[in-house]
């Protein structure tokens, strides 16, 4: 065998490396383990993932040793997770936090709502971090008013947010549960391109490329701010001390779930504890809001879109809101896409039959990203004003761009790649700044400069 075989070999041994678990004891549920390995998989296949299947497994399984970590530290155990007595002892116990839970939030709705939205919208950019919720609503930078449904919408400057906190339950038709069936792309006649240029098909097979890794961003988004409120641990035991520690093990147990019960994942379908999106959720359009604690009953006074966030409890409302904060910028992917294609390529990536992969991903792929993103939007919190417009710029990237050259480079182990990946994002954030400065600072926009800045 020549050394270019070999090299050959290792090189197909090392991407096809079934999943790496260490000295852990724990594994993932072998439906599980076999969707994450699977080389025809939605991420498997993805242009980003260099490495094919290789990459996925590599994400997932950091991903799951972490989530093994924190469970057992929630949980004050150090034996095998996955073993079927610990399992059910945890799903138990888990069970009775929910309970209390449950129990203990209805004294304290509006305080804990309040709170999820200022740990979201700060985290996320929405809020300054130097603002307290109640300077915002007294101030009117944030206008907070009740609707007629029992939950309460918070207006901000460019989005309005609905909430539910356990008034709601979530409606299971609301979820997409299989991909639609492609569309054939219908080709005008005489229709001609160059050979260097990209097909409509391949160019629609990117941009679902482009929405699954959106989609990963924003759901690992979600399950890195479902643990958000650790950062404001003062602001939750001035409510209630008893809550911290049940939120963290209700938490931890559901992240465990999505790489040990495949079954239970499965049937749950779309009788999900939480949701989020564009619109109001129970599709009433009808907009007679009533003032909340100012006492008023007021329509919304601002054409402001609106997107929801609905949670069982507190920190699966807080896992809703920073999806749907993300879910914003994740818009302008759309921006001059002919509608059609915009909904075909929703058809085939937005279903719950992703969502579970986007998960195990996601979170992971997040993490990562932020270790090479600039110091000014994630270790100084006034810098964190810009991620709206970075995440603007970000998405408004071509998708084979936004693939190969940013995303990629973020997967890559290769030192030189997150360089590469770095230089992008400093490039990124320089135009931010910029759309930032002409969305709040005194400088004039030009008619053909509107997208530059925060409007839609």
Known sequence: ????????????????????????????????????????????????????????????????????????????????????????????????????????????????????????????????????????????????????????????????????????????????????????????????????????????????EKRNIINAIIMGKGKRGQFAYQAYKDKLDAIDPSLYPLYNKIMGANDLMYFTDEDLIEAMGGNAAGSAGMGNPDNDDDDDDEQGNEGNEEENDNDNDTYFANGLIFPILLHELFKSFSMIQGREQWRGMDPEMAMDIIGQTDTMQNEPMNFRVGAELVRKMRTFLPEELTLNPEGKVYIPFFEKVLYSTPAEDFLKNIIANVISEIPSDNEKAKRRFNEILSKAKVMYNKTYGDEEEDEEDENDSYTY
């Open 1 to 208: 065998m020549s050394n270019r075989d070999l090299e050959r070999f290792i090189r197909k041994i090392v991407k096809e490396a079934p999943m790496d678990f260490g000295d852990y004891q724990e594994r993932p549920h072998p439906r599980t383990q076999q969707k994450i390995e699977d080389p025809e998989g939605i991420y498997a296949k993805n242009r980003a993932f260099r490495g094919g299947v290789g990459d996925v497994e590599k994400i997932a399984s950091k991903r799951f040793k972490e989530v093994v970590d924190y469970v057992k530290r929630y949980f004050g155990t150090e034996r095998n997770l996955t073993d079927p007595q610990v399992k059910s002892s945890i799903q138990m116990e888990q069970m009775r936090a929910v309970q209390q839970a449950m129990r203990a939030e209805p004294r304290y709705r509006e305080q804990l709502r309040d709170l999820a939205i200022e740990i979201a919208a700060k985290e996320e950019g929405w809020l300054p971090n130097s603002v307290t919720m109640k300077q915002a609503i007294d101030e009117g930078i944030i206008v907070k008013k009740k609707h007629k449904n029992g939950g309460t919408v918070y207006e901000f400057n460019f989005v309005n947010m609905l909430t539910f906190l356990g008034e709601v339950p979530i409606d299971p038709e609301q979820f997409q549960m299989e991909p639609k069936e492609k569309k054939k792309l219908e080709l005008p006649k005489n229709f001609s391109f160059d050979i260097d240029e990209l097909t409509p098909e391949e160019q629609r097979q990117l941009e679902i």
